[in-house]
């Protein structure tokens, strides 16, 4: 099946910016979404939602792809280093609002009490790891993630050093992947990850 979202004589995304070079998408996206996400640290959101995810997306990408915010519609495959070129199983498209509303059930249930903090980042590394792997939309699912990620966290009183998670992306991506593979998953790498950035703070 041919994806939608790619140019009809390219292999690239189609941007607002009507870039075909691959690397020169890369770069100028790299630009928009970097800035875009130095700011939107500052955002606070009252509720954590899929409207949430959605507009954290389109905040970060909207300046490049007309489509962001929306759910993807087709299915996703990307061949992962750490899983051998195997890829995630990712949800199918009709799938994403129902998983969603799943993962936003478990974060209504997320509270400190002072006493349970290790309890709490172990809940939210495992309602992080199933939103990621709905990977709601066409392009910029980690971002995206990790950002609501963030966000969520200190909406809880955690105080989250966002900068290390764009210096380890690489890291936090693989963890991701991981943490997507059924019985064999290892959450492990991923509760380091925010074990070590979250300061349990009330």
């Known amino acids: 099946m041919r994806d939608l979202y790619l140019y009809d004589d390219a292999n690239v995304l189609i941007n607002l910016a009507g870039i075909k070079d691959p690397e020169l998408l890369h770069k100028a996206e790299a630009d ?12 606070q959101y009252e509720k954590f939602n899929t ?12 300046q490049i792809y007309d489509w962001a915010e929306e759910f993807r519609t087709i299915q996703m495959i990307k061949p992962e280093d750490v899983l051998g070129g195997d890829t995630v199983r990712y949800a199918y498209p009709k799938e994403i609002k129902k998983q969603l509303m799943v993962s936003v059930k478990e974060i209504a249930k997320l509270k400190r009490n002072g006493q349970n903090d290790k309890d709490v980042v172990f809940r939210l590394v495992r309602i992080i790891a199933q939103i990621w792997q709905t990977h709601p939309f066409r392009e910029g699912n980690t971002r995206s993630v990790i950002v609501f990620a963030v966000l969520l966290a200190k909406s809880l009183g955690f105080e989250v050093d966002h900068e290390l998670f764009r210096t380890h992306s690489a890291y936090v991506r693989s ?20 074990l070590t950035r979250f300061s349990m703070t009330s």
């Open 175 to 194: 963890a991701l992947v991981w943490v997507s593979q059924g019985i064999y998953a290892k959450y492990e790498y991923l509760e380091r990850i925010f």
């Open 32 to 43: 928009i979404t970097n800035w875009a996400m130095t700011s939107i640290y500052n955002q």
């Open 51 to 62: 409207d949430t995810l959605k507009d954290i997306h389109r905040t970060i990408f909207g």
